[in-house]
Each structure stands twice: as structure tokens, then as C-alpha cells.
């Protein structure tokens, strides 16, 4: 009959190793699954890299035939001579209409 009140007496203390033990066995986990998938990590975060730089790069295509089509559009194609009006209007409004549907 004495080790109820024993166990009862010292509940916290039990408690609080039972959750110490567990967090130490939880972090020796943690370090197993980390050093299993460190490598796939690695290499995940190198192809990343370089699917991010590819990106970067179609952006700034973007952004380059962004710029040529507005200096074509205005109707001097970068060479400061006006072309035919009639000719880059159309193609202004539809630039126009393609930036608000992209937005």
C-alpha cells in the first residue's frame, strides 16, 4: 500500500524525468533521420540552386524581349525614327491589353 503514496509524493519529479528522457531520445532521432538524409539534401539544394539561376535567367529574357517590344512598339525600334503609325498602334494597344491580363 505504500508505493501509491510514494508514487503520488514524487508524480513531478517522474514527470519531469519521463519528459527529459523523452526529449533526449527524441533528439537522437532527430540526428539519425538528419545524417540519413543529409546527402538527398544536399543534392536537392544544389539542383534548387540551379533551377532558381535557369529562372533568373528566362526573367531577364523576359524583361530583354520586354524591352525590345516597347522600343518596336513606339514605332522608332530604338533608332529614334518614326515608323508608321498605323502600323504600331495595334501593336501598342495589344501590348497594353497583354500587361493588364498579366497583372
Known amino acids: 500500500m505504500a508505493q501509491p503514496a510514494i508514487l503520488f509524493m514524487f508524480d513531478k519529479e517522474i514527470k519531469l524525468q519521463a519528459s ?3 526529449e533526449g531520445r527524441k533528439q537522437s532521432q532527430q540526428k539519425k533521420i538528419d545524417s540519413l538524409y543529409t546527402p538527398q539534401k544536399q543534392a536537392l539544394n544544389i539542383e534548387k540552386a540551379g533551377l532558381q539561376n535557369q ?14 517590344f516597347l522600343a518596336e512598339i513606339d514605332g522608332t525600334g530604338g533608332t529614334e525614327k518614326l515608323g508608321s503609325k498605323t502600323l504600331h498602334e495595334p501593336k501598342k494597344q495589344n501590348m497594353k491589353n497583354w500587361l493588364l491580363s498579366t497583372q
Open 20 to 22: 527529459i528522457d523523452n
Open 55 to 68: 529562372l533568373r535567367g528566362k526573367y531577364d529574357e523576359v524583361a530583354n524581349a520586354r524591352q525590345q
